[in-house]
């Protein structure tokens, strides 16, 4: 088991390997470790939580001057039992985004920094949607030259748990364009109408060794990816949880979570059972670097890089 790192996209993009059994896990951040205002993520982390956990946490993670964190925005590309999977789509480009500037109209290179590391987008199998949020779905489609959006991978099989998937489709029924951001609109509403994405029920098995699990609570449907190798166990947190930050007091959660108590109950479960077996963990928003394991201490968790 080995983790190395480069650079593609002439250095824009830093890509970390990890290669574990069988199995290949890349990782690249749509945008990588971008400043936010901690309380427009944990509305909790102010004060005496702020400083407590920049003195925790490796420098910069937490910046007590501007009262903000660092966040990424993680895609995985697994390689796995003869198939490439892409484990969520970020932010996209040239997306409109008002309320968040820092996705608003992008123009980055995340495509070419696939096509670079070798997974061109006809190359892509299966592209995993976690849930439903603007910042998992943003590449699942692409702009033609008409300006119409198509899928990003034309040959991939999209999948989504079933239960987010019907919850966003009816709430857009009655709200419209405005959903999410404009997301639902313009990254799942092609897909649906050209039936290209599937939700399928929890648990569900992707290919060998790769399968879908619920985690509810951030979202109503929310899955984690779990891979299994002969070596170790990874698995791809989602929006279990946002920030290291958070490791040492896991029932505090993020502003987005819709249902707080399910969504503590589940980190709480899922970051458990991590530490207790092992589990190489790749969360969605932490900047890198990104494959560690869990150590418990206390009512919280150490994260120990690989």
């Given at each position: 088991?080995?983790?190395?790192?480069?650079d593609?996209?002439g250095?824009?993009?830093?890509v970390?390997?990890?290669?574990?059994?069988?199995?290949r896990?890349?990782?690249?951040?749509d945008?990588?470790?971008?400043?936010?205002?901690?309380?427009?993520?944990l509305?909790?982390?102010?004060g005496d939580?702020?400083?407590?956990a920049?003195?925790?946490?490796p420098?910069?993670m937490v910046?007590?001057?501007?009262?903000?964190?660092?966040?990424?925005?993680?895609s995985?590309?697994?390689?796995?039992?003869?198939?490439?999977?892409?484990i969520?789509?970020?932010?996209?480009?040239?997306?409109e985004?008002?309320?968040?500037?820092?996705w608003h109209?992008?123009?980055g290179?995340?495509?070419a920094a696939?096509?670079e590391?070798?997974?061109a987008?006809?190359r892509v199998?299966?592209v995993?949607?976690?849930?439903m949020?603007?910042?998992?779905?943003?590449?699942?489609?692409?702009a033609?030259?008409?300006?119409n959006?198509?899928?990003?991978f034309?040959?991939?099989?999209?999948?989504?748990?079933?239960?987010?998937?019907?919850?966003?489709?009816?709430?857009f029924a009655?709200e419209?364009?405005a959903?999410?951001?404009?997301?639902f609109?313009?990254s799942?509403v092609?897909?649906?109408k050209?039936?290209?994405?599937e939700?399928v029920?929890?648990?569900?098995?992707?290919?060998?060794?790769?399968?879908?699990?619920p985690?509810p609570?951030?979202s109503p449907?929310?899955?984690?990816?779990?891979?299994?190798?002969d070596d170790?166990?990874?698995?791809?947190?989602?929006?279990?949880?946002?920030?290291?930050?958070?490791?040492?007091?896991?029932g505090?959660?993020?502003?987005?979570?819709?249902?707080p108590?399910?969504?503590?109950?589940?980190?709480?479960?899922?970051?458990?059972e991590?530490?207790?077996?092992?589990t190489?963990?790749?969360?969605?928003?932490f900047?890198?670097?990104?494959?560690?394991?869990?150590?418990?201490v206390?009512?919280?968790?150490?994260?120990?890089p690989?």
């Amino acid at each position: 088991m080995t983790v190395s790192q480069r650079d593609v996209a002439g250095g824009a993009y830093k890509v970390q390997t990890l290669r574990v059994g069988d199995a290949r896990v890349h990782r690249l951040s749509d945008i990588e470790t971008v400043k936010w205002p901690a309380t427009s993520l944990l509305k909790w982390l102010t004060g005496d939580q702020l400083t407590a956990a920049a003195a925790r946490l490796p420098p910069g993670m937490v910046d007590p001057e501007t009262n903000s964190i660092l966040l990424s925005f993680n895609s995985y590309v697994v390689e796995t039992a003869g198939k490439v999977v892409l484990i969520d789509a970020g932010i996209g480009n040239g997306k409109e985004r008002l309320d968040r500037p820092h996705w608003h109209r992008r123009n980055g290179l995340f495509m070419a920094a696939l096509t670079e590391m070798g997974f061109a987008p006809e190359r892509v199998d299966i592209v995993i949607n976690t849930h439903m949020h603007a910042d998992h779905v943003g590449w699942n489609t692409v702009a033609d030259d008409d300006g119409n959006w198509v899928p990003a991978f034309p040959n991939a099989r999209y999948l989504a748990p079933a239960v987010d998937l019907t919850y966003w489709s009816e709430r857009f029924a009655t709200e419209g364009d405005a959903l999410l951001h404009g997301s639902f609109a313009d990254s799942v509403v092609p897909l649906l109408k050209l039936g290209r994405l599937e939700g399928v029920a929890l648990p569900h098995e992707i290919v060998p060794g790769l399968a879908l699990e619920p985690a509810p609570g951030h979202s109503p449907g929310m899955a984690v990816v779990r891979l299994r190798t002969d070596d170790a166990e990874v698995l791809f947190l989602a929006d279990v949880i946002h920030h290291p930050a958070q490791l040492s007091d896991p029932g505090k959660g993020s502003n987005f979570c819709m249902d707080p108590a399910v969504a503590a109950a589940t980190r709480r479960r899922l970051l458990d059972e991590c530490a207790d077996a092992a589990t190489i963990v790749a969360p969605y928003h932490f900047p890198a670097p990104v494959f560690g394991r869990l150590h418990a201490v206390g009512e919280g968790f150490d994260y120990v890089p690989l």
